[in-house]
């Protein structure tokens, strides 16, 4: 099966904004050869190949600096792990946040991770004043 340019351009514009996040504006693709595009294809490939590497050890740090606020939170005196996590809450500027997905981005946790806030979340609305009528 050959590969038209048609899916190597639209193969390289994907793997572009996987690996740097924006889609490729700097390219001439018009004046490159199909050669060319296969070898632009296959540098994307490794870009892309990096680019999870490093999302991993990101989110592998994240999730280790998590723990041990966790941790730090708890030997300091939280009752519980929900109550620890509102206290790392309350300490990121994250006490108004009703979002677990937004906490994730924030705190730099996959979203995998959102569960991990429910119990704390419950924990931050009961403390949260009624809004006054009107």
């Known amino acids: 099966m050959t590969t038209s340019r048609e899916d190597l351009i639209s193969y390289i514009s994907d793997a572009h904004k996987d690996a740097y996040g924006t889609r490729p504006r700097h390219f001439d693709f018009a004046s490159m050869s199909l050669a060319e595009l296969e070898a632009l294809a296959d540098r994307m490939e490794d870009a892309v190949v990096v680019a999870i ?5 990101r989110e592998a740090a994240a999730i280790a600096d998590f723990e041990a606020e966790i941790a730090k ?8 792990r929900d109550h620890a996590i509102v206290w790392l809450l309350d300490a990121n500027g994250l006490s108004d946040e009703t979002w677990d997905d937004a906490i994730c981005w924030a705190l730099g946790l996959p979203y995998t991770m959102n569960h991990e806030f429910a119990g704390a979340l419950d924990i931050m609305a009961a403390r949260r004043p009624e809004p006054e009528e009107v």
């Not at 939170?73 to 519980?80: H, N, V």
């Open 53 to 57: 590497e490093e999302e991993r050890a």
């Open 73 to 80: 939170y708890l030997s300091l005196g939280a009752s519980d």
